[in-house]
């Protein structure tokens, strides 16, 4: 088959999909719960994805031409091995972000009086089943579930008579910066920033825009559109707090929940019901867009002998190892997405700017310091973040995202230069020897 043969999508389609991937339960619930004790600035996390879409229309073009997922790129160059690594690393952090999307799914069922475990069960199915769909009914699918929930959140801003407020937002967003900590605006907005560009979910997408302007007017108008629904949940819950509706003892995460469900009357209520899983919507999106992407990383390894049966499989394998994760989740939901942010970033930035580096002529690095740099870096990286979930207190630079993109990034640069400069050496050391013969 030919690898150009699948590109039919019109820059509202791009757009479309590449929204929905972003536009989850960790960007509307996540930026809720922040709101409630950070105000607009909640909204960080929101608007880096944004801007982060902005800055992908200087790769896109890149990734339209080279077609392939980035761990095939780096394969190709650098070896299989590091074909793997950066396949697994890419895997990993989607079966976490994934398992965020099915917690956060259970948590708002939760307010209906669903029980957990059942629902978590229930999306993991779901999600599994829409990723196996052609990406073109999956465009048709997201498109309306997409306005579904704009329409139930703006309808609940309306109702709060909060619409006038949300012009002011972007304003006070602004100023509200310097409030945040440099630490937590560097490890939110910069992780974040850095996963859209090298992020292997939209790129799934962007190589089957139709032509260049179809991409281009895709990616801008896809995050043109999620900076302005960034800051819709922080408005939302403004327009709440004013009005005095949330319980003091309301968890973070129950916000948008709680104030949907009261807005159309109680869970008691077939508006307020609608309106609760209207919530669920973008998690059909996003999760089905993680495990869309996971399944292709396992594909594309040939692990397994050539089957139909294959896509099914290895959907329900992923789906049932990212409920495994939701059933341990746990802290904010920001802050646990940005960690597996920030695990990716640490190990695939080097071995991603050292190919940027070779392609454009600039300097190349030998294949051994490079796959040295990705073991040294991905298990720095993953350690770190496996001491931060279990104790959220140990942070060694700022915070726990910046600690592990510090540290496995900082780690893998210095593989990268020793290894370098060592066959440097010993590859004079090695001339000058024959030179004296």
């Given at each position: 088959m030919n690898r150009y043969e699948n590109r039919r999508l019109s820059a509202f389609s791009l757009a479309t999909l590449l929204v929905s991937t972003y536009y989850g339960l960790g960007f509307l619930l996540g930026t809720a719960e922040k709101s409630v004790t950070s105000g607009v600035v909640g909204s960080l996390y929101a608007v880096s994805l944004g801007l982060g879409l902005i800055a992908l229309l200087g790769l896109a073009k890149f990734y339209w031409t080279h077609v392939e997922q980035i761990w095939t790129l780096l394969g190709n160059r650098y070896g299989n091995s590091v074909k793997v690594l950066v396949g697994l690393m890419s895997w990993s952090a989607l079966v976490g972000i994934a398992a965020v999307q099915m917690t956060s799914g259970a948590f708002i069922l939760k307010v209906l009086g669903a029980p957990v475990l059942p629902s978590m069960v229930?999306?993991?199915?779901?999600?599994?089943?829409?990723?196996?769909?052609?990406?073109?009914?999956?465009?048709?699918?997201?498109?309306?579930?997409?306005?579904?929930?704009?329409?139930?959140?703006?309808?609940?801003?309306?109702?709060?008579?909060?619409?006038?407020?949300?012009?002011?937002?972007?304003?006070?967003?602004?100023?509200?910066?310097?409030?945040v900590s440099p630490w937590e605006l560097a490890g939110t907005s910069l992780s974040t920033i850095l996963l859209v560009l090298m992020d292997m979910k939209g790129q799934q997408f962007i190589v089957q825009a139709k032509d260049v302007r179809s991409l281009y007017q895709g990616c801008l108008l896809a995050a043109i559109s999620l900076l302005l629904?960034?800051?819709?949940?922080?408005?939302?819950?403004?327009?709440?707090?004013?009005?005095?509706?949330?319980?003091?003892?309301?968890?973070?995460?129950?916000?948008?929940?709680?104030?949907?469900?009261?807005?159309?009357?109680?869970?008691?209520?077939?508006?307020?019901?609608?309106?609760?899983?209207?919530?669920?919507?973008?998690?059909?999106?996003?999760?089905s867009s993680l495990l869309r992407v996971q399944n292709k990383t396992i594909l594309d390894?040939?692990?397994?002998?050539?089957?139909?049966?294959?896509?099914?499989?290895?959907?329900?394998?992923?789906?049932?190892?990212?409920?495994?994760?939701?059933?341990?989740?746990?802290?904010?939901?920001?802050?646990?997405?940005?960690?597996?942010?920030?695990?990716?970033?640490?190990?695939?930035?080097?071995?991603?700017?050292?190919?940027?580096?070779?392609?454009?002529?600039?300097?190349?690095?030998?294949?051994?310091?490079?796959?040295?740099?990705?073991?040294?870096?991905?298990?720095?990286?993953?350690?770190?973040?496996?001491?931060?979930?279990?104790?959220?207190?140990?942070?060694?630079?700022?915070?726990?995202?910046?600690?592990?993109?510090?540290?496995?990034?900082?780690?893998?640069?210095?593989?990268l230069l020793m290894t370098q400069v060592v066959e440097r050496i010993f590859k004079h050391s090695t001339v000058v020897e024959f030179g004296r013969r």
């Open positions: 229930g999306l993991a199915i779901l999600f599994a089943l829409i990723s196996l769909l052609p990406v073109e009914k999956a465009s048709w699918l997201c498109q309306r579930l997409l306005l579904l929930n704009f329409l139930a959140l703006l309808y609940g801003l309306w109702a709060l008579h909060g619409l006038p407020n949300y012009w002011h937002l972007p304003r006070e967003f602004i100023s509200s910066i310097t409030l629904l960034a800051l819709l949940p922080s408005s939302v819950v403004e327009a709440a707090l004013e009005a005095g509706i949330l319980p003091s003892n309301l968890d973070g995460k129950e916000t948008l929940p709680f104030i949907l469900s009261w807005i159309g009357g109680g869970i008691d209520q077939p508006l307020g019901i609608v309106l609760i899983i209207s919530l669920l919507v973008p998690a059909l999106g996003i999760g390894f040939n692990i397994l002998p050539a089957s139909n049966l294959n896509p099914p499989l290895i959907a329900a394998v992923n789906g049932g190892l990212s409920l495994a994760v939701a059933l341990n989740a746990g802290g904010s939901l920001v802050e646990l997405i940005v960690s597996f942010y920030a695990v990716y970033i640490a190990t695939v930035s080097i071995p991603f700017v050292a190919y940027l580096l070779a392609q454009a002529s600039i300097y190349t690095f030998s294949e051994l310091s490079v796959r040295l740099s990705l073991v040294v870096s991905s298990i720095i990286a993953v350690s770190t973040l496996v001491l931060t979930l279990i104790n959220p207190n140990f942070v060694v630079i700022g915070n726990g995202e910046v600690s592990i993109m510090c540290l496995g990034s900082g780690f893998g640069v210095l593989g």
